[in-house]
Nanobody, 120 residues
Framework: QVQLVESGGGLVQAGGSLRLSCTAS????????MGWYRQAPGKERELVAR???????IYADAVKGRFTISRDNAKITVYLQMNSLKPEDTAVYYC??????????????WGQGIQVTVSS
């Protein structure tokens, strides 16, 4: 069973930076994309950033210009560099791997979530 293990969260002051990491416990074939989502209290989970197998990236409007997603295929790791953090970035951040299963099917792996708290 593949596990995604996140690290790097914590408490930071507004304007500060954090770097999240997410590593898969074993190789995952046919990865379409790796990404980060977040869920704040009382809100739905939302996309933060994704990086596709071809290297393309997408970002939520709220984080564009402040967050950068990257990946290390050899280490099966995805990173999220978060700069200029704001209190509204406070949330539980979840790592995601989107796997292609064939015949158009897909499967999502999820990490357990890691808390990021930005104080004002």
């Amino acid at each position: 069973q593949v596990q995604l293990v996140e690290s790097g969260g914590g408490l930071v002051q507004a304007g500060g930076s954090l770097r999240l990491s997410c590593t898969a416990s074993q190789s995952i074939s046919a990865i379409n994309a790796m990404g980060w989502y977040r869920q704040a209290p009382g809100k739905e989970r939302e996309l933060v950033a994704r990086i596709f197998s071809g290297g393309g990236t997408i970002y939520a409007d709220a984080v564009k210009g402040r967050f950068t997603i990257s990946r290390d295929n050899a280490k099966i790791t995805v990173y999220l560099q978060m700069n200029s953090l704001k209190p509204e970035d406070t949330a539980v951040y979840y790592c995601n791997v989107d796997q292609l299963k064939g015949w158009g099917a897909r499967y999502d792996y999820w990490g357990q979530g890691i808390q990021v708290t930005v104080s004002s």
